[in-house]
């Protein structure tokens, strides 16, 4: 079949959903390839050809719709080896980070890679990601799932433990994701450009109290933090709009901060 712009092609990746349900299936699309569900199989060659947004048909008559994933529904469906950070707390470290096009960002923490993929779209391929975790196993998964996203040309990934001087200096930003992140902040500060932004997720009061602490000490400034809370509405022509009965509430603290000039800053 002839490719026309924006209609999906083999080789591209694909985002199946069952209309008005949760449910979600994100695939690769293969010559001769069939996604097996609890609604019926879809072939992968229905979907090569057709525009977002279509929709197909199970062998036993159930729609899915058609659509290109976007970046949240790739840092979902990565293969999880830790927990990964919720939307909503993404968006608020993603705007204190201050990314763009050609920055060069250092996430200490890499876990399964979900915040990295995120990171790596930012900074486009002009930047780069420069991501660290304690556990080999962790970086191994990781960098897999960030190979399927389509970023490994971005991202640069090595084992380091915790409050060792980070290889790369002189970075846009930094971002620490760790049980005790207070130890990793005096080389993340070394590691950082002067008046750069670091931001940090938290999930205890008394890790928050302690990262404080030493960002206190390492003189960071413009200090914020905060945690968000999240609640959908239903939205009824019939029965009117009321919040949802669930929510996603507390997950962690959020905190940001801007380097000042050190010593040894511009270098690791």
């Not at 999880?80 to 939307?87: F, N």
């Not at 705007?95 to 250092?106: E, K, S, T």
């Not at 959908?232 to 929510?247: F, K, N, T, Y």
């Amino acid at each position: 079949m002839e490719h026309r712009p924006n209609t999906f092609s083999y080789g591209d990746d694909v985002l199946l959903c069952e209309p008005g349900k949760e449910r979600t299936y994100l695939l690769t699309l293969e010559p001769e390839g069939k996604l097996h569900s609890t609604r019926g199989m879809v072939e992968h060659d229905q979907v090569v050809g057709i525009l977002p947004g279509s929709k197909v048909q199970t062998h036993l008559g159930s729609p899915f719709l058609v659509l290109r994933p976007r970046v949240d529904d790739r840092m979902f469906k990565v293969r999880r080896r830790t927990q990964i950070i919720y939307p909503k707390d993404a968006g608020w470290l993603i705007m204190a980070l201050d990314l763009a096009p050609g920055r060069r960002v250092i996430e200490m923490g890499t876990g399964s890679g979900a915040f990295t993929i995120l990171l790596a779209q930012l900074v486009g391929p002009e930047g780069r990601v420069y991501t660290f975790d304690q556990r080999e196993d962790f970086l191994e998964n990781a960098m897999a799932n960030v190979a399927r996203a389509g970023y490994s040309d971005r991202v640069d990934a090595r084992v380091l433990s915790a409050g060792d001087p980070f290889t790369v200096g002189d970075v846009d930003a930094v971002f620490l994701d760790l049980p005790q992140p207070w130890l990793a902040i005096p080389a993340a500060r070394r590691a950082m450009a002067p008046g750069s932004p670091l931001a940090l997720i938290v999930p205890t009061a008394e890790q928050l109290k302690e990262t404080v602490r030493v960002m206190e000490e390492e003189e960071f400034v413009r200090m914020e933090v905060v945690e968000l809370l999240e609640r959908r509405m239903l939205v009824r022509q019939s029965a009117g709009v009321r919040p949802a009965d669930r929510m996603v509430a507390f997950t962690a603290y959020l905190v940001s901060a801007l380097s000042t000039p050190c010593a040894s800053s511009g270098g690791p």
